[in-house]
Nanobody, 124 residues
Framework: QVQLAESGGGLVQAGGALRLSCAAS????????MGWFRQAPGKDREFVAA????????DYADSVKGRFTVSRDNAKNTVYLQMNSLKPEDTAVYYC?????????????????WGQGTQVTVSS
């Protein structure tokens, strides 16, 4: 069992930045692929970014590529999502997720463990 807890959300103006953190506890963290997803009101949960246990293999949605950076610190059992140049359309609840594997999947049903989410609101 893996427990995930996101933090770092908040209210920011367009063009600003936030860094989300996802702290993991439970099983060996560095065996898991970690992903970030988001869900805006009235919309489906969508893939944002993911990375392998080593951090060498990352994947990003086109909508955030070049603005967001995913990283992890296995010693701290934490994965991060650095979000720069934020836009109002980035407003959503952001979730981290985990699954055992070697490649970072994009589909939410491929992830087994989920955090409770953290709200990110970008004002125009």
């Amino acid at each position: 069992q893996v427990q995930l807890a996101e933090s770092g959300g908040g209210l920011v103006q367009a063009g600003g930045a936030l860094r989300l953190s996802c702290a993991a506890s439970g099983r060996t963290f560095n065996s898991y692929v970690m992903g970030w997803f988001r869900q805006a009101p009235g919309k489906d949960r969508e893939f944002v970014a993911a990375l392998t246990w080593s951090g060498d293999n990352t994947d990003y949605a086109d909508s955030v590529k070049g603005r967001f950076t995913v990283s992890r610190d296995n010693a701290k059992n934490t994965v991060y999502l650095q979000m720069n140049s934020l836009k109002p359309e980035d407003t959503a609840v952001y979730y981290c997720a985990a699954v055992l594997g070697s490649l970072p999947p994009r589909r939410n049903f491929e992830y087994v463990y989920w955090g409770q989410g953290t709200q990110v609101t970008v004002s125009s």
